[in-house]
């Protein structure tokens, strides 16, 4: 994939309890971050020397083969929601991506070639979907419900022209 650059969206938007910021991948896909409150200034350069920190301590760990990484996979506890907090190109193919774990709170910031982060991306637009398709469950479901109360509050004569 290439061409365009990943940067905030014109929509970035201020809301009640959270806000988004749309990121544009190369590969011309738009993903969606959300915040739910507003980013500690320090906490990336804080969650980068422990992260530098845990793996110089954890020698054992870095001498295992190492594969092509799980970027939605936390190093930490295995989580697969791990997230970008924010991406940046490098030179030619590399990007370098803050990311993090909201189950633990774990932050790592590394750089990553392109493929990776076009499997990373493609990862992230099936968990999009996914959360859309059981949002729309959820939400015909709820409707359902919502008009079997309203027939059966009908059959009981418990609705009346004032409750309109």
């Known amino acids: 994939r290439h061409g365009g650059r ?52 954890e020698p054992e760990r870095s001498m295992l083969p190492v594969g092509p990484p799980d970027l939605h ?7 697969e929601l791990v997230y970008p907090v924010a991406w940046e190109e490098r030179d030619g193919d590399r990007w370098l991506i803050d990311r993090r774990c909201p189950n633990c709170e774990w932050h790592d910031q590394s750089e990553f070639h392109q ?14 979907e996914d959360l859309l398709v059981t949002l729309r469950n959820f939400a015909r479901s709820n409707m359902e419900d919502d008009i079997e109360r309203l027939i059966d509050a009908i059959h009981m004569d418990q609705i009346e022209p004032m409750d309109f």
């Open 73 to 79: 996979v936390c190093e930490q506890c295995s989580s």
């Open 115 to 128: 493929t990776e982060v076009e499997e990373y991306d493609d990862v992230l637009n099936e968990g999009t």
């Open 6 to 57: 990943p940067g905030p969206s014109q929509g970035n938007r201020a809301m009640k309890g959270y806000r988004t910021k749309k990121i544009a991948l190369p590969g011309g896909r738009v993903i969606e971050i959300v915040y739910f409150s507003e980013p500690d200034d320090h906490a990336p350069n804080v969650a980068a020397m422990e992260t530098a920190a845990t793996t110089a301590a």
